[in-house]
């Protein structure tokens, strides 16, 4: 499986911004995604993930109200709908994959399997 993000960019505080990933190779089995970021000096925080097979979202308290995560299952694609950013969102944003997963829980660090390279996303 590979995981390309796209989407990240410099804005100014207030602004939005739409982050994709898309994925491509073996995913026939259900699997979770995952949006994580990390800034420098900081660790590396998940930020909201879907299941494939449905259920309610998952969201890190800091992020709830503003972010909001979909996939478009046909085409194999992640989003992340970033709304009123402010400057503690600036980070690389990666998309990571839990696959086989079969319940709407967020999968521990080693269930990850996959990961992208990394969008930059800047608020000033």
């Known amino acids: 499986v590979q995981l390309v993000e796209s989407g990240g960019d410099s804005v100014q505080a207030g602004g939005s911004l739409r982050l994709s990933c898309a994925a491509s190779?073996?995913?026939?089995?259900?699997?979770?995604m995952g949006w994580f970021r990390q800034s420098p000096g900081k660790e590396r925080e998940g930020v909201a993930g879907?299941?494939?097979?449905?259920?309610?979202?998952y969201y890190v308290d800091s992020v709830k109200g503003r972010f909001t995560i979909s996939q478009d299952i046909a085409k194999n694609t992640l989003y992340l709908q970033m709304n009123s950013l402010n400057t503690e969102d600036s980070a690389m944003y990666y998309c990571?994959?839990?696959?086989?997963?079969?319940?709407?829980?967020?999968?521990?660090?080693?269930?990850?399997?996959?990961w992208g390279q990394g969008t930059q996303v800047t608020v000033s």
């Open positions: 879907i299941y494939t097979e449905g259920g309610t979202p």
């Open positions: 990571a994959m839990a696959i086989p997963w079969y319940a709407n829980t967020w999968p521990q660090e080693q269930n990850w399997l996959y």
């Open positions: 190779g073996a995913t026939d089995n259900p699997y979770y």
